[in-house]
């Protein structure tokens, strides 16, 4: 797969960019964040983004089958300094470029996270309108985005999108989401503009 640039990736105060070691400071600054501590604390230290971005260069997934992992984009959010932001990174959002059974019936082509003190500004849903752009590229002319049914904040996301919810499926056992705890997965469906 050839990886292309994004045009343009930002969105008032939100800017998506590539996982890179000048940015590592204001991952883990997010994520330590007293309101993040519970949720993400302990997960991103600089060790493990420091391992992250060596293992990704430029936030690109080259993908490896026999793992069931696919092609795609990892980009963080990052908040702009001028517009004074409780934390300087808000969150995570990763773009798959694949059309496997897996990718639209479970993990979906766009995954997003925010972290607690970023949220209730609509970051994720500003990110993947972001990303559209790069999936038209890829050749994509819509998107599955999966959530579990228990996640509203997510489920608001989608409709704000206009993604239409197409089924809640049940996940397998063997399916790695599954040994995550997941049981379940709402399935959006979003056409590309």
């Known amino acids: 797969m050839k990886f292309l640039t994004l045009d343009n990736p930002c969105d008032r105060e939100l800017e998506l960019v590539q996982p890179a070691s000048r940015w590592i400071d204001d991952m883990v600054a997010a994520c330590q964040h007293p309101v ?3 949720d ?9 983004l420091r391992e992250f971005v060596s293992s990704f260069p430029s936030g ?6 026999l793992l069931g992992r696919s092609p ?11 517009y004074k932001p409780p934390v300087p990174m808000a969150g ?11 990718i639209r019936r479970y993990s979906g ?6 972290f607690p003190p970023a949220r209730g500004n609509h970051y994720a849903e500003r990110a993947t309108r972001l990303l559209m752009p790069l999936a038209k590229k890829h050749g994509m002319d819509h998107l599955w985005i999966t959530c579990n049914p228990d996640n509203l904040a997510s ?5 704000r999108l206009s ?5 809640i499926v049940d996940v397998p056992p063997g399916n790695p989401l599954y040994a995550k705890g997941d049981r379940q997965k709402c399935r959006y469906h979003l056409p590309l503009p």
Do not use: N, Q
């Not at 993400?40 to 493990?48: I, K, P, Q, V």
């Not at 690109?60 to 089958?65: N, P, S």
């Not at 795609?72 to 001028?82: A, N, V």
């Not at 082509?109 to 925010?114: D, K, N």
């Open 40 to 48: 993400t604390g302990a997960l991103w230290t600089h060790d493990r």
């Open 60 to 65: 690109f997934e080259y993908g490896d089958e």
């Open 109 to 114: 082509h766009i995954g997003y996270g925010v």
């Open 72 to 82: 795609g984009y990892y980009l963080w959010m990052r908040l702009l300094p001028k």
């Open 163 to 167: 993604a239409t919810l197409v089924e």
């Open 155 to 159: 489920r608001r996301t989608c409709e």
């Open 36 to 38: 993040s501590w519970g």
């Open 92 to 102: 995570t959002i990763s773009l798959r470029v694949s059309d496997a059974v897996h």
